[in-house]
């Protein structure tokens, strides 16, 4: 898949300002425990970018999402 195939689909929910709170303190929770001394605050990605948590790039990465397998796939 190229980005190129990437784009905006239809909003299915918008979050109110405590749910989306508590998506970001569970997500937190799993990538950023060794985020001591990276700048997540302004930048999410930072955990990965910063190697606060071990992460693939480029074509590993492409391949490694293309191994995983789900009863279904919602579209975005």
């Not at 239809?10 to 990276?38: M, Y």
């Not at 790039?57 to 789900?70: D, I, K, T």
Request: proline share 3%; charged share 25%.
């Amino acid at each position: 898949m190229d980005h190129e195939d990437i784009a905006p689909g239809q909003v299915l929910k918008t979050f109110d300002r405590d749910e989306s709170k508590a998506i970001e303190r569970a997500w937190r929770e799993v990538f950023c425990r060794n985020g001591l001394g990276l700048n997540t605050k302004a930048y999410k990605w930072h955990i990965f970018s910063g190697g606060g948590y071990p992460a693939l790039e480029g074509r590993a990465a492409l391949q490694a999402y293309a191994s995983h397998v789900a009863a279904g796939y919602g579209r975005c």
